[in-house]
Nanobody, 119 residues
Framework: VQLQASGGGLVQAGGSLRLSCAAS????????MNWFRQAPGKEREFVGA????????YYADSVKGRFTISRDNAKMTVYLQMNSLKPEDTAVYYC?????????????WGQGTQVTVSS
């Protein structure tokens, strides 16, 4: 099983980026596909999640209204569309499969992709 995160980069404040998480090796049915992020010196925090089968989404308050999670079943890919980016969104972003938001209970993790937002 593999989760491959991509799409990070450097963007100015107010800009947008779209991250992708390509899944392979199994079907994820009722799994939640989560996005977490970790800034230097901080704990890894929950950003949002989507239930693979039903499409229900969940977001942390800090990103609600700015970030959108979606999925493409045919491509086995989950997306994190990030708009109105702020310098405090700078972090390594990870995708993970498991229960919604349960950082220590994820079954699978991707390798992370760096997002840097300049002021």
């Amino acid at each position: 099983v593999q989760l491959q995160a991509s799409g990070g980069g450097l963007v100015q404040a107010g800009g947008s980026l779209r991250l992708s998480c390509a899944a392979s090796g199994r079907t994820f049915g009722s799994y939640a596909m989560n996005w977490f992020r970790q800034a230097p010196g901080k704990e890894r925090e929950f950003v949002g999640a989507i239930i693979w089968s039903g499409g229900t989404t969940y977001y942390a308050d800090s990103v609600k209204g700015r970030f959108t999670i979606s999925r493409d079943n045919a491509k086995m890919t989950v997306y994190l569309q990030m708009n109105s980016l702020k310098p405090e969104d700078t972090a390594v972003y990870y995708c993970a499969a498991g229960r919604v938001g349960r950082r220590n209970e994820m079954d699978y993790w991707g390798q992370g992709t760096q997002v840097t937002v300049s002021s």
